[in-house]
């Protein structure tokens, strides 16, 4: 593997986030970029999971809470709040396909409803 060194930024570093919880993921060394651009300080490059979001995801599913209105955007603002569920417990709640899709984006009103008073305990 070669990698062109930047004249300003050198190996030009960047910090690989998970899709799934923001986390980091993984060092990645850009080099020279296009107009010898600085690389962002930290990127989500993609939406696989990081290893700690997989484990979860093997056995259950997990749930991230966007500000309401933001339900149909592919990239919705997120408040920070995650919660997952056992599969057993999901497949009694959700009525969607949990073999193909084992983490959701969820409105902060729609996740209250579900959570019920644990919810404003945990929020505080």
Not at 15 to 44: H, T, W, Y
Not at 47 to 57: A, Q, V
Not at 82 to 109: G, P, Y
């Amino acid at each position: 593997m070669n990698i062109r060194l930047s004249e300003k930024h050198g190996l030009n570093p960047s910090v690989e986030l998970c899709f799934i919880c923001g986390e980091s993921k993984s060092v990645m060394l850009f080099g020279r970029m296009r107009n010898d651009e600085e690389a962002p300080r930290q990127a989500v490059m993609n939406h696989e999971p990081c290893d700690k979001c997989k484990k979860i995801m093997e056995e259950g599913v997990i749930l991230i809470e966007v500000k309401d209105g933001e339900e149909g955007s592919q990239n919705p603002f997120r408040t920070g709040y995650m919660v997952a569920f056992k599969l057993e417990v999901a497949k009694q709640i959700f009525n969607i396909d949990l073999d193909k899709h084992r983490f959701f984006f969820i409105e902060e009103s729609t996740l209250k409803s579900i959570q019920g008073e644990t919810y404003r305990q945990e929020k505080k």
